[in-house]
């Protein structure tokens, strides 16, 4: 744990397809106004969808593949090459799959694998799509998602059992920080690194939290656990890159 009062980043991670699984960083650049790269960079459509390549808008959730209904992704492992944009599958630590994201036979060996991976969840058949600069984020803004271990370990002890942190799928994992700290961080500037950021929400919990991203069971309610005991179903804000830079692993955080 982190040196109390000094937060400290202790985590980055970024997912490349939506709904898919984590990928471990340690280190990023990131631009002002933009995503981590490659975050969301893909998403699967759920049968014929509205995405459109040319003219990419941010579309909800319920048009793609997601956690929050079809818990069997988290079944999958996924590794990603950023060079060639290359996706690899795996079950139980072993490849099953492997295409090139950004060409039309790559992504059409995936769409095939999860057209029979994900039968039972699918309205017709599965399309990956992405456009450049695009994030497949919950929210319409590119942002970054930053949770607090503080609040992670408060959590825990009211449902009295570990809790993964990647359950909430975030970007920037924080430690040192009070517990729910982050919570009041809404409306502020923040610096990690050499990045400074504008924290603009609070990030309202669904039922994609109660997936167990190690199993793909279906074994907590956590949005009922946070409402019982803190009135609320929030955990984790929502921050905008507003000055751009690095930011690793061991990187202080501070309000500014």
């Not at 694998?113 to 695009?134: C, K, N």
């Amino acid at each position: 744990m982190a040196e109390a009062n000094t937060p400290t980043v202790v985590g980055i991670y970024r997912y490349p397809v939506k709904g898919l699984s984590a990928e471990a960083l340690s280190s990023v650049a990131l631009e002002a106004g933009g995503a981590l790269p490659f975050d969301r960079a893909y998403a699967i459509e759920n049968g014929p969808g509205r995405f459109d390549v040319e003219a990419p808008q941010h579309l909800p959730k319920i048009h793609f593949l997601m956690l929050m209904r079809d818990e069997r992704l988290a079944t999958l492992e996924t590794r990603f090459d950023e060079a060639t944009q290359t996706l690899t599958i795996c079950r139980a630590g072993k490849p099953v799959v492997s295409g090139e994201l950004s060409s039309k036979t790559g992504r059409a060996l995936i769409e095939q694998f999860m057209a029979a991976y994900m039968t039972e969840s699918l309205r017709g058949p599965p399309r990956i799509v992405g456009a450049p600069s695009h994030s497949f984020s919950d929210l319409a803004a590119k942002c970054i998602h930053i949770v607090n271990m503080a609040s992670l370990r408060e959590l825990e002890r009211a449902i009295g059992r570990p809790v993964d942190v990647l359950r909430f799928r975030p970007n920037l994992v924080i430690d040192g920080a009070a517990p729910w700290a982050e919570l009041s961080w809404v409306g502020e500037d923040i610096a990690a690194g050499g990045v400074r950021l504008c924290v603009l929400k609070r990030t309202e919990r669904c039922a994609a939290t109660n997936v167990d991203p190690a199993t793909g069971r279906r074994d907590m309610d956590i949005p009922a656990a946070l409402a019982r005991k803190w009135g609320h179903t929030d955990f984790g804000v929502y921050a905008k890159v507003v000055i751009p830079g690095a930011v690793a692993v061991g990187d202080n955080l501070g309000q500014v």
